[in-house]
């Protein structure tokens, strides 16, 4: 059963690449159709009650007049958006994503159609749409990311008066983005694998080095992750670039696979395909949820770490705008952060009245560096091209179907 679910999820992920998923229903293109199948009905009989008589085509034209009131009374009540939709792209994971827009819907009553990217896709997606953006909300992925989209001019600002219950360390002071949750760069271990062979945990960024991890080590790709660019980032900062470098080349033998995106790594490690995921320490709990036996450990030398942000997707579509910052209330709000312990994602919330899940790894308890964020944000292009040219070029990078 939980390789079924995992099945699952894949094949969502496949389905989903061909255009904006809907929560609990069908696609925005079948909506689609079916609106076009709905006009073309109404004008069909419109034209064949104007040319019955003048007084059906007055009395037609009267009831128009009342439906679009009525229509228009709707779109006020709703909060003037005209839309009880919204599209957006995310870099949560499948179950997850799911899992939260629900809820939304159930909550408000909007139905939400996404698309589920890596981060560093749904960055370079956005970029590309600049002049006709296609969705309203980039959710979930580093902060990083979203400096960088700010920084390119695909943001609008949206500051939710949720963000009072969320600590100052983790606000945007350029007040663009907003915060809703924070996780640190660990490593997740297959107990069994690791029980089998005798061996300790790594307890050090040294220790992945050994030898007899060859072939054993599964991380994402920088050019395509947010969480492989948060790792790449984090041992820059904490060896400096020449020696970073030096050490991921050196790391390269043990590396079995570099996946697109990171929550496909401890994916790997679940299923016993590798024995080592370098992840965020909450996608690497998740398969635990499940049942597959993963354990976490931390580099003593100090690892990186992420704070997860949401934003409004600039110039996105007209219709969806309220329904977005009611988006971005929800989930800044306790009750949409509460969530994380509900659907056992391990994330640390940022709202601090929010419901924390059992065996959370919260940063207080490990040694984290001091993560300059903005700084890696101004250097990604630059990180990520020396990566594929010293490293491993992206097209190397694939998620196992």
């Known amino acids: 059963m939980r390789k079924i679910n995992r099945f699952m ?5 496949v389905a989903m690449s061909a255009g904006l998923m809907a929560c609990g229903g069908g696609s925005a293109t079948t909506t689609t159709k079916a609106a076009a199948a709905t006009t073309a009905a109404t004008t069909k009989a419109a034209a064949t009650t104007a040319g019955a008589t003048t007084k ?3 009395t037609t034209a009267g009831a128009t007049t009342k439906a679009a009131a009525a229509t228009t009374a709707k779109a006020a009540a709703s909060g ?4 009880k939709e919204l599209s957006l792209y995310t870099a949560y994971p499948e179950a997850e994503v799911v899992y939260y827009c629900n809820a939304f819907e159930k909550a408000t009553g909007i139905k939400v159609n ?12 956005v970029a590309a749409e600049k002049d006709n953006p296609k969705a309203s909300l980039m959710f979930g992925g580093s902060t990083d990311n979203y400096i960088a989209a700010n920084t390119q001019g695909l943001l609008d600002a949206y500051q939710s008066p949720n963000l009072s219950d969320t600590p ?7 007040g663009v983005w907003d915060p809703i949750y924070v996780g640190c760069i660990a490593f997740a271990c297959n107990k069994d694998w690791f029980k089998s062979k005798g061996y300790d ?3 050090s960024w040294q220790d992945l080095l050994d030898p007899k991890f060859k072939g054993q080590i599964v991380m994402a790709h920088p050019a395509t992750s ?9 041992l820059v900062q904490l060896m400096k670039e020449d020696a970073a470098f030096d050490y991921l080349n050196k790391l390269k033998p043990n590396i079995s696979q570099f996946t697109k995106s990171g929550a496909a790594a401890p994916n790997a490690v679940a299923l016993g395909e590798a024995a080592i995921a370098i992840t965020f320490s909450h996608d690497g709990l998740q398969p635990t949820a499940e049942g597959y036996p993963i354990e976490l450990s931390f580099p003593s030398e100090g690892t990186g770490y992420e704070v997860g942000a949401v934003a409004l997707i600039k110039n996105g579509p007209k219709a969806e705008q309220e329904n977005a910052k009611k988006f971005i209330d929800w989930i800044c709000s306790k009750d949409g952060q509460s969530l994380y312990a509900e659907n056992k994602s391990f994330r640390v919330p940022t709202n601090t009245k929010a419901k924390v899940a059992d065996g959370l790894v919260t940063l207080d308890k490990v040694k984290t560096i001091k993560y300059d964020a903005k700084w890696a944000a101004d250097n990604k292009k630059d990180l990520t091209a020396k990566f594929e040219s010293k ?7 694939k998620d196992k179907k």
């Open 9 to 13: 999820a894949v094949a969502l992920t």
């Open 56 to 58: 059906a085509a007055a």
């Open 80 to 83: 003037g958006s005209g839309s």
């Open 114 to 125: 996404y698309v589920r990217l890596s981060a560093g896709e749904m960055l370079t997606r």
């Open 168 to 174: 100052k360390e983790y606000l945007d002071s350029s």
């Open 201 to 203: 945990y790594p307890k």
């Open 226 to 234: 947010g969480t492989a660019y948060t790792v790449l980032a984090t």
């Open 391 to 397: 490293v491993s070029n992206a097209s190397e990078a």
